[in-house]
Each structure stands twice: as C-alpha cells, then as structure tokens.
C-alpha cells in the first residue's frame, strides 16, 4: 500500500487559481494510474483528472481546458493545477493511485478542501 498526501486546497475567488500537490510515499508512477477525484456535499465522488503510468492524460468535461494534471517522478509528487475556477469546483479533492502489485491495489488520500467563492 502506498500513502498519499494531499495539499495546497483553500479558499479562492471565481477565476482564480490553485495547484494541489499529492505526495507518494514511495516511487509508483512507472506502474500506477494517478488521478485527482473530487466530492461535493450530497454528490458522489466524481474523476476529476488521471495520468497514466505511460503518461496519457484524461479530463472531466467539466474542466478540461482549465485543469491540468502532471506528475514529477523525483519527488513522487502528482499536481492538479486549476485555473479559472468556478464555484462549482468546490469540492474535497481526493488524490487516487490504482496500481498492481502481486493484488490490485485502490489506495486515496484524506482529501484536501477547495472552496471558490462567487
């Protein structure tokens, strides 16, 4: 199992920014799918972006063209990069590995807030 560290949430006004950071707690990137998901209250956790281990990227429709997702192999590090924000990108954002090690693995972060005020 790997640990995930999430940060960089908070507090933004509509059209600003924020990057999250997810830090692993060992090197995976070369056999894991990484992907940022979000929940908003009363709504299910919803895939926000992914990186896979050969570096295809995917996107919601609803922030495609606004969010960017990478990855820095050194510092076992994925971002989610979010730019003109709306209020209806406040969420918790969950950092997600999937990845397979003699058994499939799911393993998430505790989530960090993001809140876009109108």
């Known amino acids: 199992q790997v640990q995930l560290v999430e940060s960089g949430g908070g507090l933004v006004q509509a059209g600003g920014s924020l990057r999250l950071s997810c830090a692993a707690s060992?090197?995976?990137?070369?056999?894991?799918?990484m992907g940022w998901y979000r929940q908003a209250p009363g709504k299910q956790r919803e895939l926000v972006a992914l990186?896979?281990?050969?570096?295809?990227?995917n996107y919601a429709d609803s922030v495609k063209g606004r969010f960017t997702i990478s990855r820095e192999s050194a510092k076992n590090t994925v971002y989610l990069q979010m730019n003109s924000l709306k209020p209806e990108d406040t969420a918790a954002y969950y950092c997600?590995?999937?990845?397979?090690?003699?058994?499939?693995?799911?393993?998430w972060g505790q989530g960090t807030q993001v809140t876009v005020s109108s």
């Open positions: 997600n590995a999937k990845y397979y090690s003699n058994r499939f693995y799911d393993d």
């Open positions: 060992r090197s995976i990137f070369s056999y894991a799918t």
């Open positions: 990186i896979t281990s050969g570096g295809s990227t």
